[in-house]
């Protein structure tokens, strides 16, 4: 009777194991797939992140394009002034000795009269040729504001798309830490499964023993015990300081922001970081997006001042006390702000350069 009631209770077990031995293998089946849509989300992240970076230096390109035809422009007024100025002192010339009754009495009068109205002549056509020129200059400073005019629509219509990339980007990373949740309870729930079939395992062990000494009762029974193995796994993870980067850093706040700007005149966000670093022989990327890779990335908990701070399409350079010095934004000027300064201001990372 007793060894009956023996191997009920092994048959008993037996199906409860193979039943959490379903589970772990439908939790890691879900788990799998979970995985396939993460690899999905960070190829398109990856993908839309060289967008961003071929945006963000469009824009750059874009904005040192309209600096460039403005300083063309600058030069262009200056010559199309003095060149009036000069005009309307030969005029007053021409006008006080060419103009006048003496004039002509002395055209009369000279030795060589072929000579005198050949002068009269060539002063003439100087007047026709200072309008000619003036009116080339004002044909050419009107080009030019029309090339700076469209320049500026491309630049808007640059910042525009850098704006949609970098809101489809935090999109999908919150969609990516959300499958990224998803997964991390899957291992959750398939390590309670794994216990839970361990435990059954050894219940079964146990009542396979009892059913063998039931069956061997006249010799004595003999028990046999399973052991769980566990193991454990352990992960192991200059010549200037944070300091003066930031000191030199905050000289320049109050200076304006500068579509492709990295000098005092001007900056943009990674001209200025750039520029600071530069400033003590260390080379960074002109690019955001690509300085985020640059230096040795450090952790929030060890954050330091004189690190770079990297968010979608921008970057900030850390001062201490969850603050940051940066160039803002068009119309805005080099400032200090918090590190976290807008709500959709996700931190990428964190690089020490220095």
């Given at each position: 009777?007793?060894?009956?009631?023996?191997?009920?209770?092994?048959?008993?077990?037996?199906?409860?194991?193979m039943a959490?031995?379903?589970?772990?293998?439908?939790l890691?089946?879900e788990?799998?797939?979970?995985?396939?849509?993460?690899?999905?989300?960070?190829?398109?992240?990856?993908?839309?992140l060289?967008?961003i970076?071929?945006t963000?230096?469009?824009?750059?390109?874009k904005?040192?394009?309209?600096l460039?035809?403005?300083?063309?422009?600058?030069v262009?007024e200056?010559?199309?002034?003095?060149?009036?100025?000069?005009m309307?002192?030969?005029i007053?010339?021409?006008?006080?000795?060419?103009?006048?009754?003496?004039?002509?009495?002395?055209?009369?009068?000279?030795?060589?009269?072929?000579?005198?109205?050949?002068?009269?002549?060539?002063?003439?056509?100087?007047?026709?040729?200072?309008?000619?020129?003036?009116?080339?200059?004002?044909?050419?400073?009107?080009?030019?504001?029309?090339?700076?005019?469209?320049?500026?629509?491309?630049?808007?219509?640059?910042?525009?798309?850098?704006?949609q990339?970098?809101?489809?980007?935090?999109?999908?990373?919150?969609?990516?830490?959300?499958?990224?949740?998803?997964?991390?309870?899957?291992?959750?729930?398939?390590?309670?499964?794994?216990?839970?079939?361990?435990?059954?395992?050894?219940?079964?062990?146990?009542?396979?023993?009892?059913?063998?000494?039931?069956?061997?009762?006249?010799?004595?029974?003999?028990?046999?015990?399973?052991?769980?193995?566990?193991?454990?796994?352990?992960?192991?993870?200059?010549?200037?300081?944070?300091?003066?980067?930031?000191?030199?850093?905050?000289?320049?706040?109050?200076?304006?922001?500068?579509?492709?700007?990295?000098?005092?005149?001007?900056?943009?966000?990674?001209?200025?970081t750039?520029?600071?670093?530069?400033?003590?022989?260390?080379?960074?990327?002109?690019?955001?997006?690509?300085?985020?890779?640059?230096g040795?990335?450090v952790?929030?908990?060890?954050?330091?001042?004189?690190?770079?701070?990297?968010?979608?399409?921008?970057?900030?350079?850390?001062?201490?006390?969850?603050?940051?010095?940066?160039?803002?934004?068009?119309g805005d000027?080099v400032?200090?702000?918090?590190m976290?300064?807008?709500?959709?201001?996700?931190?990428?990372?964190?690089?020490?350069?220095?």
């Open positions: 009777m007793g060894r009956m009631l023996a191997l009920v209770l092994v048959c008993s077990l037996s199906m409860t194991s959490y031995a379903d589970d772990v293998s439908n890691k089946k788990k799998k797939e979970a995985q396939e849509e993460l690899d999905e989300m960070e190829e398109q992240l990856a993908e839309l060289v967008d970076a071929e963000e230096e469009a824009t750059i390109a904005g040192e394009e309209v460039a035809a403005q300083a063309d422009l600058a262009m200056e010559t199309k002034a003095k060149q009036y100025e000069a309307k002192l030969r007053k010339y021409m006008y006080e000795n060419g103009k006048d009754f003496s004039v002509v009495l002395g055209i009369i009068g000279s030795e060589d009269v072929a000579a005198s109205f050949n002068k009269y002549e060539y002063s003439e056509k100087i007047t026709e040729y200072d309008r000619a020129q003036l009116q080339a200059y004002v044909d050419n400073i009107t080009a030019i504001n029309n090339t700076i005019a469209e320049l500026q629509v491309e630049q808007a219509e640059l910042e525009t798309l850098q704006t990339l970098n809101e489809k980007q935090g999109a999908l990373n919150e969609l990516i830490a959300e499958k990224e949740k998803e997964i991390k309870d899957f291992d959750t729930k398939i390590a309670a499964a794994v216990k839970k079939a361990e435990e059954e395992a050894k219940k079964r062990a146990a009542a396979q023993a009892a059913a063998a000494a039931a069956a061997a009762q006249a010799a004595g029974g003999t028990t046999t015990t399973a052991a769980a193995a566990t193991t454990t796994s352990t992960y192991t993870s200059g010549s200037v300081s944070g300091d003066q980067i930031v000191a030199t850093a905050m000289a320049y706040v109050g200076t304006p922001y500068v579509y492709g700007g990295s000098s005092p005149s001007g900056f943009d966000c990674s001209g200025f750039s520029y600071v670093f530069r400033q003590y022989g260390i080379t960074l990327s002109r690019s955001s997006s690509a300085q985020l890779y640059g040795t990335a952790s929030l908990s060890d954050i330091q001042p004189g690190d770079v701070i990297c968010y979608p399409g921008h970057v900030g350079l850390y001062i201490g006390n969850g603050q940051i010095v940066h160039a803002t934004v068009p000027c400032r200090v702000a918090s976290y300064y807008a709500s959709y201001a996700t931190i990428l990372g964190v690089r020490r350069y220095y």
